[in-house]
């Protein structure tokens, strides 16, 4: 098997911390959740190597399904949105905890075997002896922690005078605001900058994994959900709900900072009420355009409808603890 097959199967890591039933279900601290040895498996990997002679880039999304499986996608030609794009190559495998190893199976059946090392998932050989090392690589978005310029409107800097910018707004964790929240402010034409972060659920499926929702004006809704390593619909994180799916899945690895940045121009209507030009928007999910220009034909469900009028930023609540930071707001 050559190198590139044994990467993409990313396989059977023995790991150097005891592993135990899990009772917790969910963790929404970071160093909480790193005191599990599925959580630290769980993450982005990146590795170039020789095929035909070229140096290709490949990267592994672990997704961590439970304490004892997961599932790893391996990118051709390196990470989403750093290399890889819609459509490119990928190869999937799924892998199963028992005791201290947790062996992979690729879909035609390969396996192989590895260990965490300090650098990330080093791969060993019949003898136990590390021969590769595919190392862990931790992104941040291109836009975490963009100071709001002259003018903006700061709805959310931690403090306790911004929670009242909020219908029940609420700081949680000590300078975070709990979903399920709205601006008292509307807005019309405006751009925005937002920061996410999803709670850690590995046992939760689907729209049961980290589910918000970004609501442009209350009528939009940019999905806010852990779509880590899933293909990127348009009810997953960065789509818009019913309406567009991302130009690539975006979505960092559970507990990560992320952020939203969108340049938004309101539907038009004329003096009788009818919409004469439908709303657009561009937005970046973590510094990566996903939508550009995008037409939105209609508003989403789960809020307001379309109107001739400003609306507000609503965070929705969908019972998992999603919170935010560092929104504000810079009117066109």
Same mark, same amino acid.
């Given at each position: 098997m050559n190198r590139l097959n044994i990467l993409s199967i990313l396989m059977a890591v023995v790991i150097t911390v005891p592993v135990t039933a899990q009772d917790k279900k969910e963790w929404i601290k970071p160093e909480e959740a790193a005191k599990t040895a599925h959580y630290k498996i769980q993450g982005e990997y990146l590795v170039e190597v020789e095929q035909d002679g070229q140096q290709v880039k490949v990267g592994f999304q672990v997704i961590a399904l439970s304490d004892t499986t997961f599932k790893s996608t391996a990118f051709i030609g390196g990470l989403p949105g750093a290399g890889w794009e819609r459509g490119a190559e990928t190869r999937t495998s799924e892998g199963k905890l028992e005791g201290d190893i947790i062996s992979w199976t690729s879909e035609d059946g390969n396996v192989a075997r590895s260990k965490l090392v300090?650098?990330? /998932?080093?791969?060993?050989?019949?003898?136990?002896?590390? $021969?590769? $090392?595919?190392?862990?690589? #931790?992104?941040?978005?291109?836009?975490?922690?963009?100071?709001?310029?002259?003018?903006?409107?700061?709805?959310?800097?931690? =403090?306790? &005078?911004?929670?009242?910018?909020?219908?029940? !707004?609420? *700081?949680?964790?000590?300078?975070?605001?709990?979903?399920?929240?709205?601006?008292?402010?509307?807005? @019309?034409? #405006?751009?925005?900058?937002?920061?996410?972060?999803?709670?850690?659920?590995?046992? *939760?499926? @689907?729209?049961?994994?980290?589910?918000?929702?970004?609501?442009?004006?209350?009528?939009?809704?940019?999905?806010?959900?852990? =779509?880590?390593?899933?293909?990127?619909?348009?009810?997953?994180?960065?789509?818009?709900? =019913? /309406? =567009? &799916?991302?130009?690539?899945?975006?979505?960092?690895?559970?507990?990560?900072?992320?952020?939203?940045?969108?340049?938004?121009?309101?539907?038009?209507?004329? *003096?009788? !009420?009818?919409?004469?030009?439908?709303?657009?928007?561009?937005?970046?999910?973590?510094?990566?355009? /996903? #939508?550009?220009?995008?037409?939105?034909?209609?508003?989403?469900?789960?809020k307001h409808p379309e109107a001739d009028s400003p609306g507000l930023l609503y965070l929705q609540g969908h019972g998992n603890p999603v919170v935010y930071r560092n929104v504000w707001v810079v009117e066109k």
């Open positions: 300090e650098a990330g /998932i080093g791969l060993i050989n019949d003898d136990g002896e590390v $021969t590769d $090392t595919i190392p862990k690589v #931790h992104r941040k978005s291109k836009t975490l922690g963009a100071k709001p310029p002259e003018g903006a409107v700061v709805l959310f800097d931690g =403090s306790a &005078e911004s929670v009242k910018n909020f219908e029940r !707004g609420e *700081a949680v964790l000590g300078k975070l605001l709990r979903h399920d929240c709205e601006s008292k402010q509307k807005f @019309g034409d #405006h751009k925005l900058h937002l920061e996410f972060r999803t709670p850690y659920m590995p046992f *939760a499926r @689907g729209q049961g994994r980290g589910n918000s929702g970004m609501y442009i004006q209350g009528r939009y809704e940019v999905q806010v959900l852990d =779509s880590f390593g899933l293909d990127g619909k348009n009810n997953e994180c960065g789509g818009i709900y =019913s /309406i =567009s &799916e991302p130009k690539v899945n975006m979505c960092l690895p559970p507990l990560s900072w992320q952020t939203y940045d969108y340049d938004f121009t309101a539907a038009k209507y004329d *003096a009788d !009420g009818k919409k004469v030009k439908n709303a657009r928007v561009t937005i970046k999910h973590n510094g990566v355009v /996903i #939508h550009d220009d995008l037409e939105l034909p209609n508003h989403t469900p789960g």
